[in-house]
């Protein structure tokens, strides 16, 4: 399959354990936030997003926070399982402009 | 099954000689793009197409030409392909632009292409 990438900044995380992965943003006008998932071998899977009027959005075993403040976002994964080994890629958007600005990922390794 | 599908998954090929990746969806997506992803710079959008026949550029557009003739496919070509387009290409749909509030984009396999 097909590798993301190398000298990612890496998070070892155990399982069961609970994951946080960071990421700053870009632009201050960016008003929606999305995180992706990229297994070896595979595509980025979307997981979650979170537009600007919020700073925090629950999803299944997974919360994004935003702090606009300093342009930060981050993703929380609750109870890390081994699936979840991945690189985790946070992505910005304006609203209106049809364009995708992704961040250079996060390496998580899952030890079981 | 919902999918995009990328042709070829993996290509070697030489400098000038012209080449066209291929994009296909299922999903009846409006939205579709095409990302180059290189160690240390993530994922950078090459171009896009919001709906048959509209297309624009990304942030990466030197050395490619896209065309979208059908709603469902949206081949990347590469006129005169140059060792430094060597990379790994992701094509990707979605039901609306991101710019309408979803992310949620869809991606290929990805295709690996080493120009020589």
């Known amino acids: 399959g097909e590798s993301v990438g190398l000298h990612l900044p890496t998070l070892s995380v155990q399982e069961g354990d609970n994951s946080i992965i960071n990421c700053a943003y870009s632009?201050?006008?960016?008003?929606?936030f999305i995180w992706y998932k990229q297994e070896s071998g595979k595509g980025p899977q979307f997981i979650i997003d979170?537009?600007?009027?919020?700073d925090k959005r629950q999803g299944q075993r997974v919360t994004v926070l935003l702090n606009k403040t300093v342009k930060h976002l981050s993703l929380q994964i609750a109870a890390t399982q081994p699936g979840d080994s991945a690189v985790y890629f946070c992505?910005?958007?304006?609203?209106?402009?049809?364009?995708?600005?992704f961040g250079k990922g996060n390496q998580v390794v899952v030890i079981p | 099954e919902a999918q995009v599908t990328q042709n070829p998954r993996y290509l070697i090929t030489v400098t000038g000689k012209k080449l066209t990746v291929t994009c296909s969806q299922n999903?009846?997506?409006?939205?579709m793009s095409w990302y180059r992803q290189d160690p240390g710079l993530g994922l950078r959008q090459i171009y896009y197409?919001?709906?048959?026949?509209?297309?624009d550029k990304g942030d990466v557009p030197e050395g490619y030409k896209v065309s979208r003739k059908e709603k469902r496919n949206f081949p990347l070509i590469l006129e005169s392909p140059s060792p430094n387009q060597t990379s790994l290409y992701f094509c990707?749909?979605?039901?609306?632009?991101?710019?309408?509030?979803?992310?949620?984009?869809?991606f290929g396999e990805g295709s690996r292409l080493t120009v020589l």
């Open positions: 999903m009846n997506h409006e939205y």
């Open positions: 632009n201050s006008a960016s008003d929606y």
């Open positions: 990707a749909s979605s039901l609306k632009p991101v710019g309408s509030g979803t992310g949620e984009l869809f």
């Open positions: 992505a910005e958007s304006l609203y209106g402009n049809n364009r995708l600005a």
């Open positions: 979170i537009r600007s009027n919020m």
């Open positions: 197409s919001m709906n048959v026949e509209v297309t």
